[in-house]
Nanobody, 116 residues
Framework: QVQFVESGGGLVQAGGSLRLSCAAS????????MGWYRQAPGKQRELVAG??????NYADSVKGRFTISRDNAKKTVYLQMNSLKPEDTAVYYC???????WGVGWGQGTQVTVSS
């Protein structure tokens, strides 16, 4: 069954770092554009970063602080988050970019909480 399994979240102080991982089981991983998304309480889910095999893109709010990378052999996409801010607090998800290209919906996400 195709799915996304996110991990690596936690509680961190402002200015700290976390590295998120997402294991994807889709056979189309290597040719898919992948993305990390987040959803804060009361807000819509938003794209944080995207990665094809050639380029990456970032939301303005995380540019210079977050780095997305991918390992096609492991079918895993990563999000290195540095200089975290309280406003980065959210549940983080991975999916294709645009989302739901594989028709499997969303994983359970991983909670990131940044304390001030």
């Amino acid at each position: 069954q195709v799915q996304f399994v996110e991990s690596g979240g936690g509680l961190v102080q402002a200015g700290g770092s976390l590295r998120l991982s997402c294991a994807a089981s889709g056979s189309l991983f290597s040719i898919s554009v992948m993305g990390w998304y987040r959803q804060a309480p009361g807000k819509q889910r938003e794209l944080v970063a995207g990665a094809s095999n050639l380029r990456t893109n970032y939301a303005d709010s995380v540019k210079g602080r977050f780095t997305i990378s991918r390992d096609n052999a492991k079918k895993t996409v990563y999000l290195q988050m540095n200089s975290l801010k309280p406003e980065d607090t959210a549940v983080y998800y991975c999916n294709t970019n645009p989302p739901n290209q594989w028709g499997v919906g969303w994983g359970q996400g991983t909670q990131v909480t940044v304390s001030s």
